[in-house]
């Protein structure tokens, strides 16, 4: 199977990494160019708890691309989604099945812009990995994948997709009902991607304070409130285990949303907080350190917008 990971970032590389060392033909597609060079001239670096290991693997800019894919796999933020898509048009066929494993909420609603519903894999993954350079990632810890065929139609591709993931290690498992998944999972970036973005802590400094874990399990309270309102039953115990259990095997993990402030890139607030937001305002829920945090990550994202026009125009 042919294997296409447009988003080649911290997970995208990780999961692209791990499946061509299980065997399968990957290749993985950004759009950073240093991040592109330092893997096709040096390898991919994947640094676990056993070591740093070097996975010889092509990365591309989306042009590039020859190869048919048999599976597109997209981890780019939703706000790139689109754009992502239609860079690679050109490399799928009319069984390419594509899966998406990001963050938040709406990119169900993307994908099906561009393929059938039976050809869409929809998933979540709590696997941490940080971006250390071009070339490097840092994934300490272990996760879960779990995934659902958006609609069976007589065909099951789920399993294949499942072994796959299986095969490099994912600890993955197939539900017939990924939305509960979903928003546990946006639950748990809410408050710990909102957080340390904010505070700049990791994910273990902000739990050693009794404040800071408080604070992370009413965010994730406000979220799973939403949801159940809408009708998808959620797991509130099984959502603050998960957020215990990371504050300390996850204590050096810097969530994306903080790695992307330090950098100074666009974070994915509004797929996650801000989405969270808007939802509930649809249907009169009340969640408000929810919406304070996505309007604190907001003027991060504003000022360093405005530092760099002031520095630009200066």
Known sequence: MDILVVGAGAMGSLYGGRLRESGYNVVLVDIWSQHIEAINANGLKIEGETGVQVISIPARFAHEVQEKAD???V??????????????LHVLHDNTVTMTLQNGLGNIELLE???PRERIIVGTTNFPSDLVGPGYVRSLGAGETVIMQLDNCGI???????KILNDAG????????????????VAFNAAMNSLTAVTGLTVGQLGLSADGRNLAFQVADEVLNVAKSKGIVVNKEKVKEMMDEAFIKHFDHQPSMLQDLKAGKMTEIESINGAV??????????VPATEVLYKLVRVLEQSRENH???YISG
């Not at 939703?78 to 754009?83: A, G, N, R, V």
């Not at 937001?277 to 009340?286: L, Q, W």
């Open 277 to 286: 937001v808007r939802e509930a305002k649809k249907i009169g829920c009340a």
């Open 113 to 115: 812009k561009y393929f």
């Open 71 to 73: 599976l597109l796999i």
């Open 156 to 162: 099951n591709r789920v399993e294949a997709v499942n």
């Open 308 to 310: 760099t026009t002031r």
């Open 170 to 185: 994912f600890n993955c498992k197939v539900t017939d009902n990924i939305y509960p998944f979903i928003w546990e999972k």
């Open 75 to 88: 981890f780019t933020k939703t706000f790139h989604t689109e754009k992502a898509l239609e860079s690679v």
